[in-house]
């Protein structure tokens, strides 16, 4: 079997769609604008520190791809640790009494009543991305609803590009420009904290090479990378409780200072299709150290076909699969739903076989607390019952168990499960600082890998996680899989201007013995076939009806093996040529959108050297403005503005060429956008 070599990169980035404002009731965290593309697994990112988050329609994780059926409510990063803790000066605070006598009751060093030997005020504190139980979310992204009053015009001007940020076909450690450099010009802005920019909006394409383009080399081990970051603390200094969801009233939120760089990676190889890989960042961004911190996943799985709505919850089951060769949790349906829901979902670490691990399920409602960490009110053993469950002690023996020393306790108890599975150190405390010990210095950075994957048996389940396993120690070397099949992926579909034909662009990877493209309209069963050549790229269909929709699907056959990509569907819209007396005038080069192409949102970038009214709207290729973004007095300086791909009634447009017109005084610009759906 022979590798394509592609002689030209291709990189698409894409924002997910969100509006410029946001009410403090809205929600950015459901982001229903993307799921993996590559691969059988359809996983559902965000911007937050969670993936999934299902609703009627839009599944968080469906297995295999296309199948209706979900398997995920939704899986977070757990961070937990111990801090000194400081008053506002930053200066170490001392227990006065043990027991204190309530939560005042301390000094600092230099407090005539301190003496050596008094014990320090110590917070055992945990940021999650999502609660167990109660909805509440504890990383969030750097423009959030919190923050909206509190940085006004900067939160206008960034919000919309502070989104998940998607990179296609990079190929790691690899020259993709042929610049003789690699891997130099990434997506977005190198991650830097504090940020000397101040905006803390990594996600904008930035040519960090400064050869005048943005993005053009790759640099992550995907061939699909979803790129997106969040923070326990503002990064903008306010001073905000930042937390998250309805039960926020209920929460005492105190962070570690940790800032989370999120990549979730996915292929199209047969070993590696039925997987995904989380890679977190974690950076100590605060000023003091985090000791003894522990690094968990937790995941809520409800496994069952997409329409069946609110029932199906309630019979999964959780356990924990370890022999000398592996280890992994997972869970499945306990009744496979009569065979509709086969699959097993299962969370590996990678890279942590030295250090010490659990895994703890609890029943629904029962979630490990941590509402008020600072609680001295002894009614239970713990005030964060999630970090000694993060640490491999239970606070609770009625309410947790770990699935590690009993792995079948559900297998005779289906139900709404969860479990939460962690790595963490020896405890080596304040005083032992070891090798062994896990302590986050002020600006170091931790990276911690989980897999989430898929199959239909136990030894399915241990195939993955083998191929999983030796990938991470190959250093994510993806030429071991070069002589296997592909899974063939649409990249794009463009309606051409004759409105009879449609660009199919695609990506196979390693060669097939046979490729194929398949459409046919909507409303009709018989697929048309045409045979590709076995290294092509693209594809134009010609010849089709106007105003239709068409389902298309690229093919490919290993030998004995038959694969397909997921199905597109697009109307082939019908093209009229340009009234050159209606039409916007051709493009000036004064703005620049990003990205261009772009699916489901962009952002257009001016600059005005001076104040003034400035009025920009969209319009289509036939000259008619199909949107209004503004018509207000702007001050001078860099401005951005998201457009989402809607008309003034708040439609979607269809796909296609639509020009942006800048108006400021007596100068006028106008840039050309292009929407691929």
Request: charged letters at 25%.
């Amino acid at each position: 079997m022979k590798t394509a070599i592609l002689s030209i990169a291709f990189l698409v980035i894409y924002s997910t769609a969100v509006c410029a404002t946001m009410s403090p009731d809205s929600n950015r965290m459901l982001d229903a604008g993307h799921n993996t593309r590559f691969g059988n697994i359809a996983l559902r990112l965000t911007n937050y520190g969670i993936v999934g988050e299902a609703d009627d329609d839009i599944p968080s994780l469906e297995w295999p791809r296309g199948s209706g059926v979900n398997y995920l409510y939704k899986g977070s990063l757990w961070f937990g640790g111990k801090v000194h803790r400081t008053n506002e000066e930053g200066e170490i605070l001392y227990w006065l009494h043990w027991p204190p006598e309530d939560e005042s009751d301390y000094v600092t060093e230099d407090d005539p009543l301190w003496y050596s030997g008094l014990p320090f005020v110590i917070d055992t504190l945990t940021s999650e991305g999502c609660d167990g139980d109660s909805d509440i979310m504890e990383l969030l992204p750097a423009y959030n609803p919190v923050e909206e009053s509190l940085l006004g015009e900067l939160y206008q001007e960034y919000n919309a590009s502070d989104v998940l940020t998607m990179a296609y076909l990079n190929r790691y450690i690899h020259d993709d420009d042929a610049d003789g450099l690699i891997d130099e010009d990434s997506p977005g802005r190198a991650f830097v904290y504090p940020d000397p920019d101040g905006n803390y909006c990594f996600s904008i394409p930035y040519d960090d090479d400064a050869d005048g383009q943005l993005d053009e080399d790759g640099g992550y081990p995907g061939l699909e990378t979803g790129i997106g970051y969040c923070y326990d603390i503002s990064p903008f200094g306010t001073d905000v409780d930042r937390d998250w969801g309805s039960y926020i009233s209920h929460n005492d939120h105190f962070p570690l200072g940790i800032a989370v760089e999120q990549r979730v990676y996915a292929w199209n190889n047969l070993s590696l299709a039925d997987a995904v890989i989380l890679h977190f960042k974690i950076t100590n961004v605060g000023a003091n150290t985090i000791y003894d911190y522990a690094l968990s996943y937790y995941l809520d799985a409800d496994i069952k076909p997409l329409d069946s709505g609110d029932e199906g919850n309630d019979d999964d089951v959780s356990t924990y699969m370890c022999s000398e060769d592996y280890e992994f949790a997972c869970s499945y349906d306990a009744d496979f739903d009569d065979g509709e829901t086969p699959g097993y979902i299962a969370v590996m670490t990678l890279g942590e076989d030295n250090h010490n691990h659990d895994c703890w399920t609890w029943e629904c409602g029962d979630g490990p607390e941590d509402k008020d960490p600072r609680d001295l009110t002894p009614y239970a053993a713990t005030a964060n019952e999630k970090y000694w469950l993060q640490t491999g002690r239970n606070p609770e023996m009625d309410y947790y168990t770990s699935l590690i020393d009993d792995p079948e306790y559900q297998f005779n108890d289906p139900r709404d499960t969860r479990f939460m599975y962690s790595v963490f150190g020896d405890q080596q405390g304040f005083d032992d600082p070891t090798e062994n010990s896990f302590n986050l210095e002020p600006g170091e950075t931790r990276d911690f890998f989980v897999a989430l994957f898929m199959a239909d048996s136990e030894e399915g389940l241990i195939g993955i996680h083998n191929n999983l396993a030796a990938f991470y120690e190959s250093d994510f070397d993806l030429s071991m899989f070069e002589d296997e099949p592909a899974i063939p992926v649409i990249m794009n579909t463009q309606a051409q201007q004759d409105g009879q034909s449609i660009r199919v662009n695609f990506y196979t990877g390693n060669i097939a013995d046979n490729l194929y493209i398949c459409f046919k309209q909507n409303e009709h069963d018989q697929w048309m076939t045409y045979d590709l050549d076995v290294n092509a790229e693209s594809f134009l269909l010609e010849n089709l009806a106007e105003e239709t929709d068409y389902n298309i699907k690229i093919a490919a056959e290993y030998d004995d093996i038959y694969l397909e990509s997921t199905v597109v569907t697009l109307n082939t819209y019908d093209y009229y040529d340009v009234d050159p007396n209606t039409a916007p005038p051709v493009e000036t080069g004064e703005m620049s959108v990003y990205p261009n192409p772009f699916n489901p949102s962009t952002t257009i970038a001016f600059s005005l050297p001076e104040s003034g009214d400035v009025t920009l709207d969209i319009y289509n290729i036939r000259g008619e403005k199909v949107k209004s973004l503004l018509s207000e007095h702007r001050d001078s300086g860099n401005h951005l503005l998201p457009w989402d791909g809607s008309n003034d009634k708040g439609s979607a447009v269809a796909s296609g060429i639509y020009f942006a017109r800048l108006i400021t005084g007596n100068r006028e610009d106008t840039c050309k956008l292009l929407l691929l759906k």
